[in-house]
T-cell receptor, first 112, second 116 residues
Framework: GENVEQHPSTLSVQEGDSAVIKCTYS??????FPWYKQELGKRPQLIID?????GEKKDQRIAVTLNKTAKHFSLHITETQPEDSAVYFCAPPTSGTYKYIFGTGTRLKVLA | DTGVSQDPRHKITKRGQNVTFRCDPI?????LYWYRQTLGQGPEFLTYFQNEAQLEKSRLLSDRFSAERPKGSFSTLEIQRTEQGDSAMYLC??????????????FGSGTRLTVV
């Protein structure tokens, strides 16, 4: 089925702290796991992705980790900055198709 | 080619009128997607194309919605007999394709529809 959940739904952190957002999916055949960032009034933008043959991927201050057994993947942001404030969406694909079902979103607020 | 283009950016229409939106994807991208997003929600899948073939249409989409991609390049989304509940941001996205491969989306800026 197509069931994607994100936790938490809102997250406030102090500037410089780390933030972690978790995405749980139900389709065990999913093999590609992206994260999107959407700033207020703007389009969603792909910020990092991981494929199922890799457990972790890092790009400067952001990283994604994957646990296929437990069917969840997480976005990690270190040394948060005010410009990281946005809504973050995970969007794993549905097996047998090339469409993505977006999660419920996590609103991250970085307090200066 | 600087990205995914959508036209118009904003559309205000009276209830019952028909509207049509256009999307020009990145030229190298074979897959094209339409999503709808309302305030505080994530993008909701509507339909997608591989080249000119429409491969899937959401079960949530009524018969008033139709999409085309006649030559496998730009796409149009038409909404007939608009209702107030159709008010939303309509997002187009495109992606690369390869046999068995998934790739991330590049989104356009969207068309904001307001039905009055």
């Amino acid at each position: 089925g197509e069931n994607v959940e994100q936790h938490p739904s809102t997250l406030s952190v102090q500037e410089g702290d780390s933030a972690v957002i978790k995405c749980t999916y139900s389709d065990s055949a999913s093999n590609y796991f992206p994260w999107y960032k959407q700033e207020l009034g703007k389009r969603p933008q792909l910020i990092i992705d991981i494929r199922s043959n890799v457990g972790e991927k890092k790009d400067q201050r952001i990283a994604v980790t994957l646990n296929k057994t437990a069917k969840h993947f997480s976005l990690h942001i270190t040394e948060t900055q005010p410009e990281d404030s946005a809504v973050y969406f995970c969007a794993p694909p549905t097996s047998g198709t090339y469409k993505y079902i977006f999660g419920t979103g996590t609103r991250l607020k970085v307090l200066a | 080619d600087t990205g995914v283009s959508q036209d118009p950016r904003h559309k205000i229409t009276k209830r019952g009128q028909n509207v049509t939106f256009r999307c020009d994807p990145i030229s190298e991208h074979n897959r094209l997607y339409w999503y709808r997003q309302t305030l505080g929600q994530g993008p909701e899948f509507l339909t997608y194309f591989q080249n000119e073939a429409q491969l899937e249409k959401s079960r949530l989409l009524s018969d008033r919605f139709s999409a085309e991609r006649p030559k496998g390049s730009f796409s149009t989304l038409e909404i007939q007999r608009t209702e107030q509940g159709d008010s939303a941001m309509y997002l187009c996205a495109s992606s690369l394709s390869s046999a068995g491969g998934n790739y991330g989306y590049t989104f356009g800026s969207g068309t904001r529809l307001t039905v009055v």
